[in-house]
């Protein structure tokens, strides 16, 4: 009787997990859409147990954006947004603002946490520019991992997605900010963490800027480290 009361209380936090990922994915499709789901099947969930969060006394993990600090006009370059020291990852959802007019997205790929691959990541195009450009939606999720880890995520280090961005003609300078409440639906910023199947949320604040220099000039990289405020409400 108890594996039974058990296993029905497991399957309930899986699918309020998947009904909040099933969520999020039917009003995004209402926006330009820039590419599907990566293979894995969905998940989603929300959770927290009053001002009290099962992950006090864990570190703090920290977010950061990747990407060279000059690039070359009409050139690609790559970016990751990583992570380090996160404890039971479940996933992430976030917003990346910059300048169409500088650069734009020409690719992505799913991320790797501890050595295990996201089960998938959705990327959709929500900016004021033509096509979407100017603000990303990310969304990238551990849920196939959490059910075989018995309602726990990911632990360890490795990077949450890599995108790559298309310079054109023009030089100049672009912030790439992590902002929310915008778009529609208003954006969020923050990675999940599950714990015992219950997802909680973990703000994230990061930016960083990128310049746009004429060919002749070299190309360091930078690293913008974020910070985190724990959300004690869950969301």
């Known amino acids: 009787m108890q594996d039974t009361e058990t296993a029905e209380k497991d399957t309930g936090k899986r699918n309020s997990r998947r009904a909040m990922w099933g969520g999020i994915i039917a009003v995004l499709v209402l926006v330009t859409v820039l590419a599907v789901v990566l293979p894995g099947d969905g998940g989603g969930g929300n959770g927290g147990d009053g001002n009290r969060s099962p992950f006090e006394g864990h ?11 000059t690039v070359q006009r009409n050139s690609t370059f790559s970016a990751t947004v990583n992570i380090s020291e996160v404890v039971s990852l479940w996933g992430a959802q976030f917003d990346i603002a910059y300048n169409p007019d500088i650069i734009t997205l020409a690719n992505y790929s ?11 990541v959705m990327i959709y195009k929500v ?5 979407g ?9 551990w849920d196939d991992y959490t059910d075989a880890n018995n309602g726990y995520g990911v632990n360890g280090s490795g990077y949450i997605c890599r995108l790559e961005f298309q310079t054109g003609a023009n030089k100049g300078t672009t912030g790439i900010n992590f902002p929310t409440g915008r778009g529609e639906p208003p954006g969020e910023r923050k990675i999940m963490r599950v714990w015992n199947g219950t997802v909680y949320g973990l703000e994230i604040r990061i930016s960083t800027t990128v310049n746009v220099l004429p060919p002749d000039t070299s190309v360091p990289t930078a690293t913008t480290n974020a910070t985190a405020t724990a959300n004690v409400s869950g969301q």
């Open 133 to 141: 450009e100017g603000m990303l939606r990310v969304l990238a999720k």
């Open 110 to 120: 799913r991320g790797e946490v501890g050595g295990v691959p996201a089960d998938g």
């Open 127 to 131: 900016g004021p520019g033509a096509d």
């Open 59 to 69: 570190p703090v993990p920290s977010v950061q954006f990747v990407s060279p600090k």
